[in-house]
C-alpha cells in the first residue's frame, strides 16, 4: 500500500545521514524512559505518581517518533513533526514547571529542568528533529 501521491516503492526515507542518528538517539531516549518508568510505576508509583506517568507518556512519544522515522513517508513525516513539536512543548512545560513548583514533583521525570538528568537531551532532540523532519520535506519536494 503506498502514501497519496506516492508511486510504490517510493517512500521518502527519513533515516539517511542524520535521519539515522535521530532514530538511534530517540531509540535510546525509548529505552530509557520506559525503562525507567517501568521499574518506576511498579515499585514506587505511590511517591510520585505524575512522575512517573509523564516518564512513561514521554517514553511513548519517543517510541512513535522513532517508528514514523524508520517507517518513512511523508504522513510518517508530518505524524513525527506533530509528535517532534508535542514533544517540545512538553519538555517546556515540564521544566518550567519543575523549577516554578519543584514540590509537585518529588522525584524527577524524563523532561525535569528542561532534561537535565539526560544531559538536555529531551529539549534539544525534538528541535534537531523539526529541522531535519523540514529539510526531509524540503529534499522530497525538489525531488519531485
Avoid at 513533526?81 to 512538553?90: K, P, R, S, T
Amino acid at each position: 500500500m503506498t502514501e497519496e501521491g506516492e508511486t510504490p516503492g517510493a517512500r521518502q526515507k527519513l533515516i539517511t545521514g542524520p535521519g539515522i542518528l535521530l532514530v538511534w538517539l530517540y531509540g535510546v531516549m525509548v529505552v530509557g524512559a520506559v525503562s525507567r518508568s517501568a521499574v518506576q510505576i511498579s515499585s514506587d508509583f505511590h511517591k510520585a505518581p505524575l512522575a512517573y506517568t509523564l516518564s512513561a507518556l514521554a517514553g511513548l512519544v519517543y517510541g512513535f517518533i522513532t517508528y514514523s522515522l524508520v517507517r518513512g513517508g511523508e504522513k510518517a513525516r508530518k505524524a513525527a513533526l506533530v509528535c517532534c513539536a508535542a514533544e517540545l512543548v512538553g519538555v517546556l512545560a515540564v521544566g518550567t514547571w519543575t523549577l516554578v513548583e519543584p514540590s509537585a514533583f518529588p522525584d524527577a521525570t524524563v523532561w525535569s529542568d528542561f532534561g537535565m538528568g539526560y544531559l538536555f537531551i529531551p529539549v534539544i532532540l525534538p528541535v534537531t528533529a523539526m529541522f531535519w523532519l523540514n529539510k526531509a520535506r524540503k529534499a522530497a519536494a525538489q525531488g519531485s
